[in-house]
């Protein structure tokens, strides 16, 4: 067997494939918040996390365009080397006042947020329980300690109490690692159940909100807040790549302790920092959002919109009312097939398959911003309506006139 098989087995399958290959989408112009071009066409995005349509607001560009003259393009290393800019420091400040917490260090990426504060956290002796629905990032984060990793059932308190109640009592070296907003079904933790469990039973909580900063709560702080549970959770990670419309991650929290994770952290201390023009941006999109909540209500209505008019239409969405609409088509080759379809009529929404979900169970992403209009979605629907039934994933349905 030589290393290289697997990859020509994987290219030989991408060979074979007809149609748009999933995975390969190129943006080649962005016209709008939520309209593209991909291979020629005039594309709706239902398939990005601009929730709140940030990455174009006029404000957002500018603090771009200022930090580039200011600062350069990148930091050329990481945080701890040489990699820390005024403006670094100043986000980490705006991170806690904006959540009321003492602390706040920035990341890379999302992904190295989660990296960074499991891997400083756990070691050797140390349990980590996460739920079985778990970011690749989290699963990842587990891989790189030496900890005892105990998955529990998704969005289970009774699994999560269960697997707690088994290891011995006392010790303080557990951490549970829970999302706020699940990224794939748009469901929603039981955070109050979870920390009740976490306080009974006493283990450090984390929870990721990187789909739900923004998004959820009065301030938008995330599911912790709309739950009314932030102040009990240990460590809340976000990211900037969704609602904040940049790059990066976020963790704060009320413990001094976090700031031992600037020493201890390899996915913090081996890579280089933000570029000036991201952290910039991102500040400017923290403020943004703190100044507009009407933009929720904006991104609500609009899920609520889509929400109701691919019901009535005759799709099959997930439960959970969220910016996140699954769209569930289950079998592999007919939502492959629909997605290509969707994408050749001009609607991009993002494709979930084994590896990223049970076989059998795959699902079409439908992703929702503040910034798409009545017209972009009553069109979105209108081609939903038609492709679905052309390829009989809407059974008995006639197809609108498109
Ligand atoms: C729950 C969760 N955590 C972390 C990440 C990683 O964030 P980033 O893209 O900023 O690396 C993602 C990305 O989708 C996510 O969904």
Not at 90 to 96: I, S, V
Not at 273 to 293: D, M, T
Not at 303 to 309: A, G, I
Request: some cysteine.
């Amino acid at each position: 067997m030589d290393l290289l098989d697997k990859l020509r087995a994987l290219e030989k399958r991408r060979a074979d494939f007809a149609g748009s290959v999933p995975g390969e989408t190129v943006i080649d112009r962005v016209v709008g918040p939520c309209e593209v071009v991909i291979e020629g066409r005039r594309t709706l995005m239902f398939g990005s996390n601009n929730y709140l349509g940030l990455t174009l607001h006029p404000d957002v560009i500018d603090a771009a365009r200022h930090a580039v003259v200011e600062y350069g393009t990148g930091t050329t290393g990481s945080r701890s080397a040489n990699g820390t800019l005024a403006i670094h420091e100043r986000l980490e400040r705006e991170f806690a006042d904006w959540f009321g917490k003492r602390h706040a260090i920035v990341f890379s990426t999302g992904y190295q947020a989660n990296l960074s504060i499991i891997g400083a956290l756990c070691g050797a002796d140390d349990v980590i329980l996460i739920d079985a629905d778990s970011h690749a990032s989290i699963y990842d984060a587990t891989r790189q300690t030496s900890s005892k990793v105990i998955g529990f059932r998704h969005n289970s308190p009774e699994s999560l109490q269960k697997k707690l109640e088994r290891l011995p009592s006392g010790a303080r070296n557990r951490l549970v690692v829970v999302e706020g907003l699940y990224s794939v079904r748009g469901d929603v933790a039981p955070l109050k159940e979870i920390v009740a469990v976490c306080r009974a039973n006493g283990a450090y909580l984390l929870v990721d909100e990187a789909h739900s900063l923004g998004t959820y709560g009065a301030r938008g702080l995330g599911c912790s807040e709309a739950q009314g549970v932030l102040d009990q959770v240990d460590f809340v990670v976000g990211t900037f790549s969704k609602s904040l419309a940049g790059i990066g991650g976020v963790c704060v929290s009320d413990h001094p302790e976090l700031r031992a994770v600037h020493f201890l952290a390899r996915a913090y201390i081996f890579t280089a920092s933000g570029s000036p023009s991201n952290i910039a941006s991102v500040s400017a999109a923290l403020q943004v959002i703190r100044a507009h909540p009407e933009l929720r209500d904006r991104l609500w209505a609009n899920v609520r919109l889509l929400r109701q008019e691919l019901t009535e239409i005759g799709l099959a969405i997930g439960e959970t009312e969220s910016p996140i609409v699954p769209i569930l088509t289950g079998d592999e080759d007919r939502t492959i097939a629909l997605w290509q379809q969707l994408l050749a009529a001009g609607v991009y929404v993002n494709l979930i398959v084994p590896p990223g979900c049970p076989k059998g169970a795959c699902v079409l992403r439908a992703s929702v911003s503040a910034a798409h209009t009545a017209d972009q979605i009553a069109r979105a629907v209108e081609i939903f309506a038609r492709i679905g039934a052309e390829t009989g994933v809407i059974r008995g349905l006639a197809a609108r006139t498109v």
